[in-house]
């Protein structure tokens, strides 16, 4: 009795190629394996000749479609896969699973680029909602693990970037307060100027510790000097002065 490997009829006088196939199953058999074959090559190229992400792993499917195609023919010796389409399966689903993880990397190191290029918090929170939505739409790919991986990396980039805006508004406060202190002293300087040399010179290095900072420096530098020396130089001219506005009073009061 003869039997065909894929059909199973079974007869006597039945006919068998030496694939062990019936003339029914023959011609239908190899059809469907070359064009599985046919298209399983033209996936596999494109998946990894591409650079398109979603044609490669729509790609991808296609692949895996036709290996569980020819499955059933490779199990009953039709046809020769190297590896087994098991394997090559596995195979695809880890080649998905990396290039979609280097694809949420990608958007992940974009994303932290842009968030340093915000001075605001919230906006450097909203940049990382375009990993979020790839982390989405790749999610069958990437698995659980991967996904919930992304995610904490994502909470982590982002407390961190706050944290950092946090860290520069406080140097900047710092900052502030340095410069309020240098400018107090500065006015008590000024104010108790009294000519010596010492003075000068310390009133020229906070002035520079103010600038350095980035700071203005208080306007009435000379005026101020200028009104305490000439209040001091002037005293007598402007006790003169102030004669000068007495003595038409006191001329109109005796005439
Ligand atoms: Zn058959």
Known sequence: MRTCQWCSKSGWFLKLTKDGLCPTCEADVKSRIIHA????????????KSKDLDLRLSK?????????????????????????????????????R?????????????????????????????????VQDGI???SEYLGKANAKRWQSKIE??????????????NKKSERDIALDQYKETLA???????????????IRRIEK??????????????????SNKSNADKEPSAASHKHQIIIPQKKTGTS
């Open 37 to 48: 074959t046919q298209v399983l090559n033209e996936s596999m190229r494109l998946l990894k």
């Open 60 to 96: 991808s499917k296609v692949a895996i479609e036709k290996l569980r195609d020819l499955l059933p023919y490779f199990q009953k010796g039709l046809v020769r896969l190297k590896p087994s389409p098991q394997e090559w399966v596995m195979r695809i689903h880890s080649e998905q």
């Open 98 to 130: 990396k290039i979609v993880n280097q694809h949420i990397g990608t958007l992940m190191n974009d994303s932290i680029k842009r968030a340093q290029q915000s001075t605001n918090a919230a906006q450097r929170s909203a940049v990382f909602e375009v």
């Open 136 to 138: 989405h739409k790749y």
């Open 156 to 169: 982590i980039e982002q407390g961190y970037l706050v944290k950092d805006l946090e860290n520069s508004a």
């Open 188 to 202: 008590m300087m000024r104010a108790e100027f009294a000519g010596s040399r010492e003075q000068v010179l310390e």
């Open 209 to 226: 510790l103010i600038t350095d900072l980035g700071g203005q420096l208080p306007e009435p530098l000379k005026k101020e000097s200028d």
